[in-house]
């Protein structure tokens, strides 16, 4: 089972910036989709941005245009770029990667023990 470690949350102001880093436990180059999630107090959890195996890019509507997903194989990293930051971001954010744990094609999700994010004056 692959391990995530999370880095990278924090408290900043509205309209402030974070980085949010994701770093794998092997080669992230197979994987079926790797990107984050987050959950805000009192709601479900939420993709946020994330790459599928073909290299697209989903992100949720409400952080299109602020936020940008990448990562580098050499360091088997995701980053979460976050720019304009606003108080409804606040939320635990976490990794999460999807492998194929065998022949058949079938799934395995890994999580990362998540990263909170607080935006507030």
């Known amino acids: 089972q692959v391990q995530l470690v999370e880095s990278g949350g924090g408290l900043v102001q509205p309209g402030g910036s974070l980085r949010l880093s994701c770093e794998a436990s092997?080669?992230?180059?197979?994987?079926?989709?790797m990107g984050w999630y987050r959950q805000a107090p009192g709601k479900e959890r939420e993709l946020v941005a994330a790459?599928?195996?073909?290299?697209?890019?989903r992100y949720v509507d409400s952080v299109k245009g602020r936020f940008t997903i990448s990562r580098d194989f050499a360091k088997n990293t995701v980053y979460l770029q976050m720019n304009s930051l606003k108080p409804e971001d606040t939320a635990i954010y976490f990794c999460?990667?999807?492998?194929?744990?065998?022949?058949?094609?079938?799934?395995?999700?890994?999580w990362g023990q998540g990263t909170q994010v607080i935006i507030s004056s």
């Open positions: 790459f599928s195996s073909g290299g697209n890019v």
């Open positions: 092997r080669s992230i180059f197979r994987f079926d989709s």
């Open positions: 999460n990667a999807r492998t194929v744990v065998n022949v058949e094609g079938a799934l395995a999700d890994a």
